[in-house]
């Protein structure tokens, strides 16, 4: 399994960009997707994360409601629109896969990045204020 990001860029504060990430192999609809962000100097946390159908999603607190993940399973890209951004969002954000099981799990599942078995290289994004 091989995971592409790409959409990264330098942007002003109250600016917008659209990651994606495109995942190689045929069980992408079997994967939940996540975004991870590493600022420099600060380990590496978690952003944002999406069911294998997208039925459900779970966000940071620090980018709720302004952050959007949506997943395009024809596609095999996992998206995160990102809005309103601030100059503490500026990290380097990698996408990560795992496999979903069907049935109802709690958000840990889908938050903690040791359970994600699958990384693609980071994309940077700065944001200027």
């Known amino acids: 399994v091989q995971l592409q990001a790409s959409g990264g860029g330098l942007v002003q504060a109250g600016g917008s960009l659209r990651l994606s990430c495109e995942v190689s192999?045929?069980?992408?609809?079997?994967?939940?997707m996540a975004w991870f962000r590493q600022a420099p100097g600060k380990e590496r946390e978690f952003v944002a994360a999406?069911?294998?159908?997208?039925?459900?999603?779970y966000y940071a607190d620090s980018v709720k409601g302004r952050f959007t993940i949506s997943r395009d399973n024809a596609k095999n890209t996992v998206y995160l629109q990102m809005d309103s951004l601030k100059p503490e969002d500026t990290a380097v954000y990698s996408c990560?896969?795992?496999?979903?099981?069907?049935?109802?799990?709690?958000?840990?599942?889908?938050?903690?990045?040791?359970?994600?078995?699958?990384w693609g290289q980071g994309t940077q994004v700065t944001v200027s204020s």
């Open positions: 990560a896969a795992r496999v979903d099981p069907q049935g109802s799990y709690g958000s840990h599942w889908y938050t903690r990045e040791h359970l994600y078995a699958y």
């Open positions: 192999g045929r069980t992408f609809s079997t994967y939940a």
């Open positions: 999406i069911r294998r159908s997208g039925e459900s999603t």
